[in-house]
């Protein structure tokens, strides 16, 4: 359940261009839906949080914010923001209870490997209040495989992924598919979720 170090490194070499790159106007207003979806003064936590730039968004709407990601350029990016108190640490290590308000998951599971996701679930749904948020956001597709720049992914199906939230206690609540192209220059197909735990 390690992190895969190839991926870390990719991670860990391209901390600008992925700072640069900032949310789009359609990923702000998933990230404003779910910040007002929390109780005001509410725990979040950024989980596998990159650069920190959500971290930060979540922070500046008041939420206590907690953020972070194994590679260890990016927890430094995080750390910078006010409010957002990150750390160094790959999903493996992650064991809080009854903490979070809502969990944001964008991008981040979709590097560990298949055999692990149902421990990683159940982990974030015992970190959750009840009722709490969860999202989550992947790839679509069949398979494990690594990218172009040696990046390791796991691709779900939807049918499979609804499956893996409910067998960890979430209730889906709506979901959106669409295509972007991502740091290696491919188009891919996308899922994000958004659940209750």
Same mark, same amino acid.
């Given at each position: 359940?390690?992190?895969?170090?190839?991926?870390?490194?990719?991670?860990? $070499?391209?901390?600008?261009?992925?700072?640069?790159?900032?949310?789009?106007?359609?990923?702000?207003?998933?990230?404003? @839906?779910?910040?007002?979806?929390?109780?005001?003064?509410?725990?979040? %936590?950024?989980? !596998?949080? !990159?650069?920190?730039?959500?971290?930060?968004?979540?922070? +500046? +709407? !008041?939420?206590?914010?907690?953020?972070?990601?194994?590679?260890?350029?990016?927890?430094? %990016?995080?750390?910078?923001?006010?409010?957002?108190? $990150?750390?160094?640490?790959?999903?493996?290590?992650?064991? /809080?209870?009854?903490?979070?308000?809502?969990?944001?998951?964008?991008?981040?599971?979709?590097?560990? /490997? @298949? &055999?692990? =996701?149902? $421990?990683?679930?159940?982990?974030?749904?015992?970190?959750?209040?009840?009722?709490?948020?969860?999202?989550?956001?992947?790839?679509? !597709?069949?398979?494990?495989?690594? *990218?172009?720049?040696? &990046?390791?992914?796991?691709?779900?199906?939807? =049918?499979?992924? @609804? *499956?893996?939230?409910?067998?960890?206690?979430?209730?889906?609540?709506?979901? @959106? =598919?669409?295509?972007?192209?991502?740091? *290696?220059?491919?188009?891919?197909?996308?899922?994000?979720?958004?659940?209750?735990?």
């Amino acid at each position: 359940m390690k992190a895969d170090a190839t991926t870390i490194a990719v991670y860990d $070499a391209k901390t600008e261009e992925y700072r640069t790159l900032g949310a789009s106007t359609s990923e702000r207003k998933v990230e404003i @839906r779910f910040a007002q979806s929390l109780p005001k003064g509410g725990m979040v %936590l950024d989980y !596998g949080c !990159g650069p920190g730039c959500t971290a930060a968004y979540f922070a +500046q +709407q !008041g939420l206590i914010t907690h953020a972070f990601d194994a590679s260890e350029e990016m927890v430094k %990016l995080a750390s910078a923001y006010a409010g957002v108190t $990150a750390w160094q640490a790959g999903f493996d290590a992650f064991s /809080a209870k009854d903490t979070y308000d809502g969990i944001w998951a964008s991008f981040s599971l979709l590097h560990a /490997a @298949r &055999r692990d =996701t149902p $421990a990683l679930l159940d982990k974030i749904h015992k970190a959750m209040k009840t009722g709490g948020k969860f999202y989550i956001a992947m790839k679509l !597709g069949q398979g494990e495989a690594r *990218d172009a720049l040696g &990046r390791f992914y796991t691709y779900y199906e939807e =049918t499979e992924l @609804r *499956d893996l939230l409910c067998s960890a206690g979430f209730r889906w609540q709506s979901h @959106r =598919t669409g295509e972007d192209v991502g740091l *290696d220059g491919k188009m891919s197909k996308l899922i994000s979720v958004l659940a209750d735990a």
